[in-house]
């Protein structure tokens, strides 16, 4: 899942710009077009200078405009021995709360 994640990331900021930002400009499109207040699921953030994704949920309003944006705080790890091992802080930075 991380390389998918890190390998999917996007900026956020200037997204109305930035041709990279294809998701949150897709959504903010979407938004305006409809009419609607929209809340767009997880987004694998980019993190300018760093190899790490935030794991970010963008909400827009009627005209398209980001009013809010949640970046995951708690993130899942576990290692449970001779089982499974898994490691979301090895590719994702928590969110501030």
Known sequence: ???HMLANKEPIE???QNEE???ARLLSSLARELG?????GSIPEAIP???????TCLCFDREGKIQ????KQHLFDINIPGKIQFFESD???????
């Open 91 to 97: 590719f994702m930075r928590k969110g501030e709360p």
């Open 36 to 40: 609607i207040y929209l809340i767009g």
């Open 14 to 16: 200037d997204f109305e």
């Open 49 to 55: 200078g760093e190899n790490k994704v935030y794991n």
């Open 68 to 71: 809010a944006r949640h970046r």
């Open 21 to 23: 930002a294809q998701t």
């Open 1 to 3: 899942m991380g390389k």
